[in-house]
Structure formats: structure tokens, C-alpha cells
């Protein structure tokens, strides 16, 4: 199951920077910025294909990264969870 892990991890970040590049490209310096900032990501990334008409294709694999990260490292985040003391 890391293995699917580490591949959301690499889709993840191949669309972030796939989303930053056309950022810049299309929707200036601005909306560049706004992408940079990751605390704001992939909702950023969702309202700058929206407003600006940018490209779906990498917020959709950011966010199909972050899903199968979710998954393949779920058994981990289930055996921290239940090793926490109550």
C-alpha cells in the first residue's frame, strides 16, 4: 500500500507544479502567487481554472494524487491513530 502512497505523492506534486506553471502563464503573476502558497492548494487551483480558464487537467491530478496518497497511506494513519494513548 506505499507504494500507492508514494505515487499520490508524485501525481500530487507533478500537479502542483503543473498548476503553477499555467498559472503564471495564463492568469499572470498574481494567480502565480496565490498557487505558490500552499496552504491555499488545491483550492486555489480549483478557482483559477474556474475564473481564468485555465486548464482542469492539473488540479484534476492533484487532487487524484492526493486520493490515492489518502489511500495508501491510511493503514499507517490507522495504526498511529490507534497506538495513541487515550
Excluded at 498574481?30 to 483550492?43: A, D, E, M, S
Aim: glycine share 14%; with cysteine; net charge positive.
Amino acid at each position: 500500500m506505499w507504494i500507492l502512497g508514494a505515487l499520490g505523492g508524485v501525481l500530487y506534486l507533478v500537479g502542483l507544479i503543473w498548476t503553477i506553471v499555467t498559472a503564471f502563464k495564463g492568469g499572470g503573476t498574481l494567480w502565480g502567487i496565490l498557487n505558490i502558497l500552499l496552504c491555499v492548494q488545491p483550492l486555489i487551483g480549483i478557482v483559477s481554472a474556474i475564473l481564468k480558464k485555465a486548464a482542469w487537467a492539473p488540479v484534476g491530478l492533484m487532487l487524484l494524487g492526493f486520493l490515492l496518497s489518502l489511500i495508501g497511506n491510511y493503514p499507517v494513519i490507522n495504526d498511529a491513530i490507534s497506538r495513541m494513548p487515550r
